[in-house]
């Protein structure tokens, strides 16, 4: 799917049936057939426009002739977990393109043309990073608070507890990844003469670098807490273990005692006591009282 949208100072971004200049290019799950045509019509790289349709895209820069290609990923929600997905800006001198496999909910806002504040391709492109780093912020808060939530109970530990905070720990490392090389471009990009020729577009652009530096710091941050509150629980299950496992070494050495002293009552052979008629009764009580002891012994080492 392909969609044009021409930059209109006054009533913002309003929808074409054909390209028209200084406009956005609004590229969704595109067939080869139209990728093939915007490489023609508008000498593209057809390499760079497939490159954006593979879910495996890292963030990178690239320049070709008088095009600038910018990759970059973007948080989308899968069901009730987190992951991104790749998107291709391409910076035309006559428009700004998006290309993407997906239809990503930060062009929702763009596409109803509530947006009227860009009146250059430049101007777009910024606005675009800058919701993406927007969905990355509300993205994080949301793990820290899933995070936290899961703290509430933290003596009565669940499986499914431990899980959720590998998954956590998976998504930010994945977030972390994608804005790091995403800043790393930026810093380059923010500084390239020929794409960046006005000097307020290159503060909003080193703008956009510092928020993806507050990024990364945020998501190492996350990542941090998420690792401790795993080991905080590993410990507890690890300390729970030890727990259950003195208690039934204790418990068995408390019930031998009475075994052994009645296996060995049990003999066919001569017994101190065997012909005293409260023999039973003192056998009974000296097993009891030995029984206490170790009762005792474990108690003060809080085995029990």
Not at 56 to 79: G, K, S
Request: with cysteine; net charge neutral.
């Amino acid at each position: 799917m392909i969609q044009y949208y021409v930059l209109a100072e006054r009533h913002g971004l309003k929808k074409m049936a054909s390209f028209h200049p200084n406009s956005w290019v609004y590229v969704c799950n595109p067939t080869e057939e139209e990728l093939q045509m915007l490489s023609d019509r508008f000498h593209l790289e057809l390499g760079h426009l497939k490159d954006a349709l593979d879910e495996n895209e890292v963030p990178r820069f690239e320049e070709e002739d008088t095009c600038a290609y910018l990759y970059t990923r973007i948080p989308v929600a899968r069901d009730t977990q987190y992951g991104t997905m790749p998107v291709l800006f391409i910076l035309h001198p006559t428009a700004v393109f998006s290309v993407s496999k997906n239809n990503f909910a930060i062009f929702e806002k763009f596409l109803t043309g509530k947006n009227n504040h860009a009146v250059t391709p430049m101007e777009l492109f910024i606005q675009f990073f800058n919701e993406i780093v927007n969905h990355y912020n509300s993205a994080i808060s949301k793990i820290n608070k899933q995070t936290i939530s899961t703290t509430i109970n933290i003596d009565n530990i669940k499986n499914h507890d431990i899980v959720a905070l590998v998954m956590y720990e998976q998504i930010l490392n994945e977030f972390l990844n994608a804005v790091v090389q995403t800043n790393a471009f930026l810093q380059v990009f923010m500084t390239n003469k020929r794409f960046v020729k006005k000097e307020k577009d290159q503060d909003f652009i080193e703008d956009l670098f510092l928020a993806t530096r507050q990024l990364i710091e945020l998501s190492k941050s996350s990542l941090y807490h998420v690792k401790n509150i795993r080991e905080a629980y590993s410990t507890i299950m690890t300390n729970n273990l030890n727990r259950i496992i003195k208690f039934f070494t204790a418990l068995t050495i408390v019930c031998t005692i009475p075994m052994i002293v009645a296996s060995l009552y049990g003999m066919n052979v001569q017994l101190p006591l065997q012909h005293h008629p409260y023999a039973f009764m003192i056998v009974l009580a000296f097993t009891f009282c030995l029984s206490l002891g170790a009762i005792g012994i474990f108690l003060k080492r809080r085995w029990l």
